[in-house]
Structure formats: structure tokens, C-alpha cells
């Protein structure tokens, strides 16, 4: 099993430009998440599914767009990327119950 | 609400010293907690959940309900250890994690 796989690895963005984060898990896993990582801010859920064809908002989701057409994938979608979206983007998931979550090896995103 | 304080953003301890990583949590509910490492430019990977009560490379962590905290400790800090430590919240109904600021660790030789 590959586990959590999150492409592309790296991006460099102009502002203004637009990208699509893709996640991917062959766990079967019903939850899905997007997390961005920055220094001294920890980890801050933007968006979450609980189940395909459905999304939520968390706790920083201004500035981008999730869809989960099919339950292995979790898009994560950026307009009108900024300066401000410069972060390292971590997708997680993890099946129902008192279940732990597991994370891709994280998506290195800077906009100029 | 749901909040996770790592009070400490950089903890150094001497190889063979004994480490305690803070966590103090917030929450009205039973939560479950979690401790996840990222060792350098990897993924976060579980390290240890309260409900599991086992040691995972020397750690363990006990939830304090009394206190809300759930510290990590290891009585000798192994240069392995050096990482990011993030301890995590999950409330119930199936709500999302929530993490700390983390907790650098740097072990020195």
C-alpha cells in the first residue's frame, strides 16, 4: 500500500495563478483532510471531508476549494493563489472510529 | 472549544537527559490525545494515542485529566530524537484533529 500520496511534491506559483493539490489513499479511509503547515503556527486544518461527495470548512479554509468527486481523493484547489498561501500542505486521512490519522509527505508551495 | 497549548517552541536537552515535551489541552468533553513526530522534511507520523497506554521508542505520555495535560516524556534523550513533536486533539462525533504549535526537540551530543 502507498499509503497517503500527495502531488506535486513542489510548486513555485506567480500571485495570481491558480493549482490543484491532488491526495490520494488506497486505505479505504472515509476521512480525509487538508492541513497547511508554517513555522510557529503549527498545523491548521483548511478543509475536511468526512465522505465522498462531501466537504467542510475549517479552520482557515479563505483562499481555497476542495472537492472529493471519488472517496480515494481529496482536491485541494487554489484560485487566486497569494503570498500568504506560501506553506508546506499536509493531507491526512483515517477511517471512522477511534482510528489514528495518516499523512502524505506534505506538498512544498511558495507564491511569488 | 478545541485547543491544544505547547507552551515550549524549542526544548535542547544534553544526550541522556531526561525530556518532558508539554502539552495542555482544552476541551468540556473526553477527548482522545495524540503525540505525532516530523522528523526533518518527513511526514507527521503517530507516536503515540492516550488510549493505546504503551512506550514507543522510549516515550510514553499520560493523560491527566485533572490537569488537562498530556506530557511526553522519555527519561534518556537518545540524538534520534532530535524532531518536531505535536500533540493533538480529537473530540468526539468524528471532529478533526486539532494540534499544538509543536515542540522542537534538539538533542545535543
Known amino acids: 500500500n502507498a499509503g497517503v500520496t500527495q502531488t506535486p511534491k513542489f510548486r513555485v506559483l506567480k500571485t495570481g495563478q491558480s493549482m490543484t493539490l491532488l491526495c490520494a489513499q488506497d486505505m479505504n479511509h472515509e476521512y480525509m483532510y487538508w492541513y497547511r503547515q508554517d513555522p510557529g503556527m503549527g498545523l491548521r486544518l483548511i478543509h475536511y471531508s468526512v465522505g465522498e461527495g462531501t466537504t467542510a470548512k475549517g479552520e482557515v479554509p479563505d483562499g481555497y476549494n476542495v472537492s472529493r468527486l471519488k472517496k480515494q481523493n481529496f482536491l485541494l484547489g487554489l484560485e487566486s493563489a497569494a503570498p500568504s498561501q506560501t506553506s508546506v500542505y499536509f493531507c491526512a486521512s483515517r477511517r471512522t472510529g477511534w482510528t489514528e490519522a495518516f499523512f502524505g509527505q506534505g506538498t512544498r508551495l511558495t507564491v511569488v | 472549544a478545541q485547543r491544544v497549548t505547547q507552551p515550549e517552541k524549542l526544548l535542547s536537552v544534553f544526550k541522556g537527559a531526561p525530556v518532558e515535551l508539554k502539552c495542555n489541552y482544552s476541551?468540556?468533553?473526553?477527548?482522545?490525545l495524540f503525540w505525532y513526530v516530523q522528523y526533518s522534511r518527513q511526514r507527521l507520523q503517530l507516536l503515540l494515542r492516550?488510549?493505546s497506554r504503551e512506550s514507543i521508542k522510549g516515550f510514553t505520555a499520560d493523560l491527566n485529566k485533572g490537569e488537562t495535560s498530556f506530557h511526553l516524556k522519555k527519561p534518556f534523550a537518545q540524538e534520534e530524537d532530535s524532531a518536531m513533536y505535536y500533540c493533538?486533539?480529537?473530540?468526539?462525533?468524528?471532529?478533526?484533529?486539532?494540534f499544538g504549535k509543536g515542540t522542537r526537540l534538539s538533542v545535543i551530543a
Open positions: 492516550h488510549i
Open positions: 476541551y468540556s468533553g473526553s477527548p482522545e
Open positions: 493533538a486533539l480529537r473530540g468526539s462525533g468524528n471532529t478533526p484533529l486539532v
